[in-house]
Every structure is written in C-alpha cells, then in structure tokens.
T-cell receptor
C-alpha cells in the first residue's frame, strides 16, 4: 500500500506562488498524479509525473523525485478560483489503483 | 477529453432501502472502473475495483454484500448500496481508466447520498 502525506492547509495571496509538497511511501510506484477538487465536486486532473523532473502546464507545474519519494505542485499567479483542495495520488504498479493523500486546502486571499 | 458520466448526482433515501448509482464512460471503453467514497473534509477512499466481466475486488473493510458492484459492459459500472443506513451517507465517486500507462483516472461528477 501507500502512505501519502501532504499539508492540511495553505493560505496565499492573489498573484503569488504556492508550493504544495507531497511525500509518499509505496511498494510499487507507477506514477504520481495531482488533482484539484472544489467543494462538493469531483476531482479534476491537473498533472502526472512518472519520471524524475519537472512537468509544466501553464500556471501549474509538478515535480517528482522518485528516490526521495517526493513531489510538489507549484501554482503560480494565483487566482481566487484556485481556492480548492489539491490531492496528491500515487498509482500502484500492479493494478493501477490510485491512492489519495488527505488533500491540501488552499485558500487564496485578495 | 474522456468523459465519465455518473447518475444520479444527488439522492435522498430512507433507511433500509437500496440505491443504485450508475457510472458510464461516454467516449471510451473502460475495462476497469474504480469506486471511491468521500466523507466531509476527508480524502477519497477506494472502495472497490470493478473489472468488466468479472467480480469486483473490494478494499479491506468494505462489505461486498452491502455495496454491490456490477460491470456488465465496457462502458457501464453500477454500485448498489443495499439496506442503506444513515452512516452510508457520503459522496460516492466513480472513475474510469482509459487505457493504461500515462492515462489519468477520469472521474464522474459524484453522487451525494443522504440516508434519512
């Protein structure tokens, strides 16, 4: 199974940058995903890393270090609509199951 | 992009009754679908893995006789909550795997179940 840790809450100012860290321990790693979830809605896919390094997608970037069991999601030029929960999820090698961290609630203030 | 449709989006039922939730992949075939449950302010917890044409695989602690899963076709999986109780009230979300390797899970919009 997986043990996935991420901070519970973060607050940042509109226009700023926020970095959400995620550490994991897994018996079989087959990719790390970041999802955004607004209250009462289903998660939406943000990014995917399977190799070490940085993946950039517009205002969002995600980094992975497999040797350290570590990833982060970087949100730039924060907007009010970015206030949401951000979920780190690790996929298992054998059966493609996704295990989720508890989520980080990001609050963007004006 | 891949679309997963989940129905109903919201349901209220009385204690002791059964509720069926449908999950459909609209523009791709999903050999594997996953059912998650999410309680308020908590993360998604995997309940079971549903494979087309075979029995579902349930996670530890999930009662298979209470949460019946059927994956009759490559585009449809159903979750039936039998003899529902108030503690079953939760947000149920299905997801479908499109292909493998780099494919992310695509989620349905979720079903808010309230058992009175």
């Amino acid at each position: 199974g997986q043990n996935i840790d991420q901070p519970t809450e973060m607050t940042a100012t509109e226009g700023a940058i926020v970095q959400i860290n995620c550490t994991y321990q897994t018996s079989g790693f087959n990719g790390l995903f970041w999802y955004q979830q607004h209250a009462g809605e289903a998660p939406t896919f943000l990014s995917y890393n399977v190799l070490d390094g940085l993946e950039e997608k517009g205002r969002f970037s995600s980094f992975l270090s497999r040797s350290k069991g570590y990833s982060y999601l970087l949100l730039k030029e924060l907007q009010m609509k970015d206030s949401a929960s951000y979920l780190c999820a690790v996929r298992d090698w054998d059966d493609y199951k996704l295990s989720f961290g508890a989520g980080t609630t990001v609050t963007v203030r004006a | 992009g891949a679309v997963v449709s989940q129905h109903p989006s919201r349901v209220i039922c009385k204690s002791g009754t059964s509720v069926k939730i449908e999950c459909r992949s609209l523009d791709f075939q999903a050999t594997t679908m996953f059912w998650y449950r999410q309680f308020p302010k908590q993360s998604l917890m995997l309940m079971a893995t549903s494979n087309e044409g075979s029995k579902a695989t349930y996670e530890q602690g999930v009662e298979k006789d209470k949460f019946l899963i059927n994956h009759a076709s490559l585009t449809l999986s159903t979750l039936t909550v039998t003899s529902a109780h108030p503690e079953d009230s939760s947000f149920y979300i299905c997801s479908a795997l499109q292909g493998a390797d780099n494919s992310p899970l695509h989620f349905g919009n979720g079903t808010r179940l309230t058992v009175t």
